[in-house]
């Protein structure tokens, strides 16, 4: 295992509700990705960080932020959720350029 | 935007039948890799391949950059090769792509 850990594993949450999901990794590596799976879209990256408070957007990063106060933690927050994020929410880290990426185990999350 | 197009896009295989999975990207792309989504959901990298021929037991992948595509060879399939294969690559500053995958089943 790369290390990785998704919390929560599953959440139900109400429209218009704050969400953070956090990531967690105990590699030190120094990029952090979020992406989120849907049927027929595949993977599509919302934000990732390449250090600590360095981040940027991905292709679908409208109604997320992302922050990376310490290496080991990038939490994702839906500041007003909506039923349209609801999906599977993976966290990916890799070491460093040109190198392998892992994956986390995910996060169910449903917008009620 | 860089097209990646994942064929065939659904595979059913007789357990001990070999396959090939193919994705083609419509421009140059950087340190192609090959993941493995199995039926629980876990995404499992299988290859970092940004040129040549590497093997890993009954699987193997073969990018041929220049040519703008990579493969990956499954050999004696056994029914825990079930899921979803996505290959992707690195565009931009540090950003990772997925095709939309190729899903395959394993019957016994």
């Known amino acids: 295992d790369a290390g990785i850990t998704q919390s929560p594993r599953h959440k139900v949450t109400e429209t218009g509700t704050p969400v953070t999901l956090r990531c967690h990794q105990t590699?030190?590596?120094?990029?952090m990705y979020w992406y989120r799976q849907d049927p027929g879209h595949g993977l599509r990256l919302i934000h990732y960080?390449?250090?600590?408070?360095?981040?940027d957007k991905g292709e679908v990063s409208d109604g997320y932020s992302v922050s990376r106060s310490k290496t080991e933690d990038f939490l994702l927050t839906l500041e007003s959720a909506t039923s349209s994020q609801t999906s599977v929410y993976f966290c990916?880290?890799?070491?460093?350029?040109?190198?392998?990426?892992?994956f986390g185990s995910g996060t169910q999350l449903s917008v009620l | 935007g860089i097209q990646v197009e994942q064929s065939p896009p659904d595979l059913i295989l007789q357990e001990g039948a070999n396959s090939t999975l193919r994705c083609n990207f419509s421009?140059?792309?950087?340190?192609l890799q090959w993941f493995h989504q199995n039926p629980w959901g876990q995404l499992i990298n299988l290859f970092y391949?940004?040129?040549g021929t590497k093997q890993n037991g009954r699987l193997s992948a073969t990018t041929v950059a220049t040519e703008r595509y990579s493969l990956l060879y499954i050999s004696s399939s056994q029914t825990t090769d079930s899921g979803v294969y996505f290959c992707?690559?690195?565009?931009?500053?540090?950003?990772?792509?997925f095709g939309k995958g190729n899903q395959v089943v394993v019957i016994p």
């Open positions: 990916a880290i890799r070491p460093g350029q040109g190198e392998k990426l892992f």
């Open positions: 590699e030190n590596h120094r990029y």
């Open positions: 960080s390449y250090g600590v408070k360095d981040t």
């Open positions: 421009d140059s792309v950087n340190n």
């Open positions: 391949i940004p040129s």
């Open positions: 992707a690559f690195y565009y931009g500053n540090n950003r990772l792509a």
